[in-house]
């Protein structure tokens, strides 16, 4: 099983300002099937990036993912009000299905 | 647009067995390009994949619940099941159905609302 384990657990930002979120695998996730995962209270997550890097349709330009193997980082450039909430990676390499623990991010 | 709707009992007891249904609208369980499972979420916790099965491949469990995990179909009315045998207060969270696309990886691109089950005597 690969275990995925995103840092930091809480991170505090300003609006306007940059977040970067970080997620590691337990071991290489190939062909870059690591997806994120955006989650508002009392809402179901939905699917933000797939493939580490593909934007789904609609989603705003300022977040992006990057990343290969066993580190990939999810960048919102410029906090904006509604995406304050907490954001979840998951590989879809292998089964089981992983996720890592969540990365809330709050407004400072 | 496709849509996906959770049913059952929002309270089971101990040792019990917990039984959900999600219908699933604006598209069909038995295509075979997508896995169709659960993911469950204990209050204030993370996310944990449960199953998926497709009906162009196999089925798939977390194994740690395999031992008491059954997830199948129903093409006839459009719908998919869990049965969770044998549960505990561990088993408290909101569950979720979910569509999981078969080419390309299984990331979930379609969700439930999500179903609250408490495992209470």
């Known amino acids: 099983e690969i275990v995925m384990t995103q840092s930091p657990a809480t991170l505090s930002v300003s609006p306007g300002e940059r977040a970067t979120l970080s997620c590691r695998a337990s071991?290489?996730?190939?062909?870059?099937?690591l997806a994120w995962y955006q989650q508002k209270p009392g809402q179901a997550p939905r699917l933000l990036i797939y493939?580490?890097?593909t934007r789904t349709t609609g989603l705003p330009a300022r977040f992006s993912g990057s990343g290969s193997g066993t580190e990939f980082t999810l960048t919102i450039s410029s906090l904006q009000s509604e995406d304050f909430a907490v954001y979840y990676c998951?590989?879809?390499?292998?089964?089981?299905?992983?996720f890592g623990g969540g990365t809330k991010v709050e407004i400072k | 647009q496709l849509q996906l709707q959770e049913s059952g009992p929002g309270l089971v007891k101990p040792s019990e067995t917990l039984s959900l249904s999600c219908t699933v609208s604006?598209?069909?369980?038995?295509?075979?390009?997508?896995?169709w499972g659960w993911i469950r979420q204990p209050p204030g916790k993370g996310l944990e994949w449960i199953g998926s099965?497709?009906?162009?491949?196999?089925?798939n469990y977390n194994p740690s619940l395999k031992s008491r995990v059954t997830i199948s179909g129903d093409t006839s009315k459009n719908q998919f099941s869990l049965k969770l045998t044998s549960v505990t207060a561990a088993d408290t969270a909101v569950y979720y159905c979910?569509?999981?696309?078969?080419?390309?990886?299984?990331?979930?691109?379609?969700w439930g609302q999500g179903t609250l089950v408490t495992v209470s005597s």
């Open positions: 979910a569509r999981f696309a078969n080419s390309g990886g299984a990331k979930v691109d379609y």
């Open positions: 604006g598209g069909s369980i038995s295509n075979t390009n997508y896995y």
């Open positions: 099965f497709s009906y162009g491949g196999s089925s």
């Open positions: 071991q290489s996730v190939s062909r870059s099937y």
């Open positions: 493939g580490a890097s």
């Open positions: 998951q590989q879809y390499d292998t089964w089981p299905l992983t």
